[in-house]
């Protein structure tokens, strides 16, 4: 009888990110593509960045999609493409990477937290409205760990207020909320594609993507020095091109995004299916309106026993990541804002992010899973 595949021998030591399958797999086409650039000779913004720029715009289902350096450069470009600056306000989460509110406070915003849903670990929509201000000029709702927050009521709050929306999508693309892809649905998308994302280059690089011609054309003028004609600046920019090589990996690696993301949904199916049941641990919750892509599997581990679940893992070789130990507003550049988010700090003592990857192994899921049930037991 055939063995499944992924019934193999769990590893030695299980990473939280294994890459080596995508890899192998995809060598031959990654490396004809890297050779076709060497051999073209043209390295920085080049017929592959055209030609990525095309295929993520059709693929997002967007008029425009602008390739850039970073996806934290993604949020800055995005922002002051909107006209966001010195003064303004703009609400986001405290529970997210830091580059989401540094984004906003390196355009000379203030960012106004909001705390978070413990389910779903994105924005509390409830708590919005009452953060809105005469000086809040925009919203960024963070689409956290592959999963879409709910984006009707933050549209609607924000076409009643005047407000702009810029979609932090650095771990969610390929995601959906209603049908739709998440980054299609506010003013602006802004996508990151840092190694370790869903879609991810072996270097750095960003997007932002939206469907309106004015913001597409300052973006694309921010990220080359403020120019749409070389050496003709009319705005203040940035050096912030995706260069070849990243955007040939990209256009290898594109095609099989879809395939990818159902294969971390099967894996969080295995995952649930594995984990219910197991006293003192929470497992995510994924929404109706949401095709989360789980760029984590984070679970909550309750009782305060989250860091001795980790130290036990690790030494049954189950690598495992906290995002994040500190919300944003408790890291020490916002400490003086002197803010009380009671359901991000206690997040943040709680989540573990387990080990997930497109084509992870059963066996390896039913390892983790065993082994957290025996540590907690």
Not at 120 to 141: F, G, V, W
Not at 270 to 287: F, H, K, S, T
Not at 331 to 359: F, K, T
Request: glycine share 8%.
């Amino acid at each position: 009888m055939r063995m499944d595949p992924r019934e193999i021998a769990v590893p030695r030591r299980i990473p939280v990110l294994d890459m080596s399958h995508e890899i192998q797999t995809l060598k031959p086409q990654l490396m004809s593509a890297i050779e076709a650039v060497l051999d073209r000779g043209a390295f920085i913004m080049g017929q592959n960045v055209k030609d990525f720029e095309r295929e993520a715009a059709e693929y997002l289902g967007v008029d425009y999609a602008i390739a850039l350096n970073s996806g934290t450069d993604a949020l800055v470009i995005a922002l002051l493409a909107c006209g966001i600056g010195e003064g303004d306000e703009v609400i986001t989460t405290p529970f997210t990477f830091f580059a989401t509110a540094e984004a906003i406070s390196r355009v000379g915003a203030v960012p106004v937290f909001v705390d978070v849903d413990p389910g779903t670990y994105n924005m509390d929509i409830s708590l919005l409205e009452s953060a809105i201000t005469e000086r809040t000029k925009a919203i960024i709702p963070v689409h956290l760990f592959g999963q879409s927050i709910d984006m009707d009521p933050v549209m609607e709050l924000a076409k009643q207020r005047d407000l702009i929306v810029v979609e932090d999508v650095a771990q969610a693309f390929g995601g959906e909320y209603k049908g739709s892809k998440v980054g299609t649905i506010g003013d602006m998308g802004c996508f990151s594609f840092f190694p370790s994302k869903n879609l991810g280059t072996y270097g750095d690089g960003g997007l932002v993507a939206t469907n309106d011609p004015g913001l597409a054309e300052l973006a694309a003028m921010l990220r080359t020095h403020g120019s749409k004609k070389k050496y003709y600046n009319e705005l203040i920019g940035f050096n912030s091109r995706l260069d070849e090589i990243q955007a040939a990996i990209l256009r290898v690696k594109l095609p099989y995004i879809d395939i990818w993301n159902e294969g971390r949904h099967q894996a969080s199916e295995r995952y649930r299916q594995l984990l219910e049941g197991i006293e003192g641990i929470v497992l995510p919750v994924e929404e109706d309106y949401s095709k989360h892509v789980y760029h984590q599997y984070t679970i909550r581990v309750l009782h305060a026993r989250r860091d001795e679940l980790q130290a036990k893992l690790l030494a049954e070789g189950i690598s495992t990541m906290i995002y994040y130990p500190l919300p944003v507003h408790q890291l020490p550049v916002y400490q003086s804002m002197n803010l009380s988010m009671p359901v991000a700090e206690s997040l943040s003592s709680e989540v573990l992010s387990l080990p997930i990857w497109p084509q992870i192994e059963v066996s390896t899921q039913r390892y983790i899973a065993d082994k957290i049930r025996a540590s907690l037991s």
